[in-house]
């Protein structure tokens, strides 16, 4: 196997390998900056925002539910170095989401309750590379993993995974979010250890 096709599969995000400074752990370890939000089913909305501030797409819960749902399992990574694989989630793809908003944005920013925010190329959340994730091995998304529902991005470190997501605004210039702003790295490839601005 040459060395192309080797790097094709160690990037896949499901492939089970850690990346490198990572350890794995078989616990799942919570991380969030500040409380975990309470956040009701009820009265709970997804929107896609465009760029020009249009609500180009809106869910209520039962409406999301009601998406087709993928089961993925994927290896997520957390800058704080460490790396769970083989994590089992039940989700609607990105791409599902996006299919009929009508956009020519480059990038997209996370938006959650309790003011999160992180940014990713749109071009990273879509192709069957991200999701919203609303289960976790089986049973609903506990809320400290971001209950009801939150961005799963595997192929990115998970400070990009925005729990408790509720819009997804799409931009034309990038715009860093809370993280990003302070020091990690813009993109936050795990594989090239993109930890931090100079990485
Ligand atoms: N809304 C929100 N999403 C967030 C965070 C946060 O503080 N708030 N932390 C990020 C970070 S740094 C990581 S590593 C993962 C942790 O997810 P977990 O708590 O389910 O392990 O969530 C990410 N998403
Ligand atoms: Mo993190």
Known sequence: IG??????????????????????????????????????????????????????????????????????????????????????????????LLDGVDTSAGFVVAHCDGGYTTNLPLADVVDGRAWVAFGYDGADLEPEHGGPARLLVPHLYFWKSAKWVRCLRLLDEDEPGFWESVGYHNYGDPWREQRYWDD
């Open 3 to 96: 060395d192309r096709a080797f790097e094709g599969r160690r990037r896949q995000a499901g492939a089970g390998l850690t990346p490198p400074g990572q350890y794995p752990v078989e616990d799942f370890p919570v991380l969030t900056a500040g409380p975990t939000p309470s956040v009701s089913r009820d009265g709970w909305d997804l929107t896609v925002v465009d760029e020009t501030g249009e609500t180009a797409a809106r869910w209520t819960w039962a409406e999301f539910r009601a998406l087709p749902v993928e089961d993925v399992t994927v290896d997520i990574h957390c800058v704080t170095k460490w790396s769970k694989l083989g994590t089992r989630w039940a989700g609607v793809s990105v791409d599902t």
